[in-house]
């Protein structure tokens, strides 16, 4: 299957992995690429020596691309910046701010540049400073996460630039990959989806939650702090909810949330943050990331009646002709 970011990212089916923090390595970015997809290793909150081993790790097990993710609320951003571009990832794909002072220093080491926009305004600034791909991420998603909707925000991103738009937030099957295409986009980017493939390494509680998960089961916190982050309702989201009431109780509420998110990846999953998106409800087999990928595609063509491939070619020509 082939659309502008197949061929932009050297990859077989437009289908990225979503970078989620203390859980993507190089064990689920490897099976993802090796799958045809693009696996993405997330730095977020980890050490330069663990990124460098992961990245080491995935070259041993893939010789497809790999790409990494930078949280750009991690203090560590700007070392990781430069390490990334030393290890030539294929991809680099950035979260949670503006990547602009890193773009550069990125093209400049051949890495394709994808960060993830939650708005037009950054999408086009994106754009201007070289970007290659944007992911449009809609608030659906699970983690760190804008206002706007997914349905919503692809074809206002397709119209605000050029460069090709991948899809996020709330597409776990086919059937949101076929929506994703026909708003516009020319790829998918997926996390909960693959939180609880065979290759992830994340605690099986956490796996557990995620399968058991309904459509109501998601919240939003910190959204008053700036920092509003998307998780399964659980005991730790419902005493941050209570305590967001009261203004006295921001500090402690800042020390809550340190080491939240590791508590649940290592398996306290009721004392922890477990981010996941939305569409947590449409995941409830484990599979592995070659059966999720495939799936995704034929159910999408299956829906679409006419190829895939089809929609983003006319979606590719929409764009230049704008
Ligand atoms: O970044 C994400 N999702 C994330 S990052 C993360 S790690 C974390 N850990 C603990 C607390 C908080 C986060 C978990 N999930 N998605 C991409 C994304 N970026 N969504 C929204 C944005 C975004 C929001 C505002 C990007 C830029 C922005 O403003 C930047 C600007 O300068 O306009």
Same mark, same amino acid.
């Given at each position: 299957m082939r659309t502008r970011i197949t061929e932009l990212l050297g990859i077989e089916v437009p289908i990225i992995q979503g970078a989620m923090a203390r859980i993507a390595d190089a064990s689920l970015a490897s099976a993802v690429s090796e799958a045809g997809g693009l696996g993405i290793i997330a730095c977020g909150g980890a050490p330069l020596d663990w990124v460098r081993s992961q990245v080491e790790e995935a070259r041993r097990r893939t010789n497809k691309p790999i790409g990494a993710n930078v949280?750009?609320?991690?203090?560590?951003a700007e070392a990781l910046a430069s390490l990334l571009a030393e290890l030539r990832v294929e991809v680099i794909t950035t979260g949670a701010g503006s990547p602009s002072p890193f773009i550069e220093m990125w093209k400049q080491a051949g890495i394709k540049v994808v960060p993830v926009v939650a708005s037009t305004a950054l999408a086009r600034r994106m754009e201007r400073l070289g970007a290659d791909a944007v992911v449009a991420e809609g608030t659906e998603s699970g983690g760190h996460v804008g206002e706007l909707t997914t349905m919503a925000l692809i074809p206002a991103v397709c119209e605000a630039v050029s460069i090709p738009v991948i899809g996020a937030g709330g597409i776990a099957d086919g059937r949101g990959m076929a929506a994703a295409f026909a708003l516009g986009a020319e790829g998918v980017q997926c996390g909960t989806r693959f939180? @609880? &493939?065979?290759?992830? @390494? &994340?605690s099986e509680a956490y796996k557990e939650k995620i399968l058991h998960a309904?459509?109501?089961?998601t919240v939003v916190t910190g959204r008053g702090s700036g920092h509003p982050v998307r998780c399964l309702k659980n005991k730790f989201a419902r005493k941050v909810r209570r305590l967001e009431?009261?203004?006295?109780a921001a500090d402690e509420l800042e020390q809550m949330y340190l080491g939240s998110l590791r508590r649940a990846v290592e398996g306290d999953v009721e004392d922890g943050t477990i981010m996941a998106g939305q569409v947590a409800a449409l995941v409830s087999q484990r599979k592995t990331a070659a059966e999720v990928i495939e799936h995704m595609v034929f159910q999408a063509e299956g829906i679409c009646g006419r190829s895939l491939e089809q929609m983003a070619a006319d979606s590719a020509a929409r764009s230049t002709l704008a």
């Open positions: 949280m750009l609320m991690d203090p560590n939180l @609880t &493939v065979e290759e992830c @390494t &994340v309904k459509d109501a089961d009431t009261d203004p006295a």
